[in-house]
Nanobody, 127 residues
Framework: QVQLVESGGGSVQAGGSLRLSCAAH????????MAWFRQAPGKERQAVAG????????YYADSVKGRFTISRDNTKSTLYLQMDSLQSEDTAMYYC????????????????????WGQGTQVTISS
């Protein structure tokens, strides 16, 4: 059974940085699409960044472009999200997601594109 386990969340001041990790256990879809989503209280879950783990192509929401970087270490089966210049609006629960699909560009931001989800890690930014 595939299991995604996020870590690295916490509380930082605005302007600071955090790096989230997602360990993917028994996820054998090498080269498929993975992503980070976030959900703030009272709001819908939204895509933050996606990656084609085979080609390395990356995709970002406009709100995080230039500040966040998604990457994947296939040797460690771990997905990362480097978050810099954090703002109060980035406060949310962050979720790792994995798909069985290999073509990400058109659907990477859609919740139902992903088959597996982690439990989430909380990120809180104080101003």
């Amino acid at each position: 059974q595939v299991q995604l386990v996020e870590s690295g969340g916490g509380s930082v001041q605005a302007g600071g940085s955090l790096r989230l990790s997602c360990a993917a256990h028994k996820y054998t879809n090498s080269g498929a699409c993975m992503a980070w989503f976030r959900q703030a209280p009272g709001k819908e879950r939204q895509a933050v960044a996606g990656i084609n783990t085979g080609r390395g192509s990356t995709y970002y929401a406009d709100s995080v472009k230039g500040r966040f970087t998604i990457s994947r270490d296939n040797t460690k089966s771990t997905l990362y999200l480097q978050m810099d210049s954090l703002q109060s609006e980035d406060t949310a629960m962050y979720y790792c997601a994995a798909s069985v699909e290999y073509y990400c560009s058109f659907n990477w931001f859609k919740i139902d594109f992903y088959n597996y989800w982690g439990q989430g890690t909380q990120v809180t930014i104080s101003s």
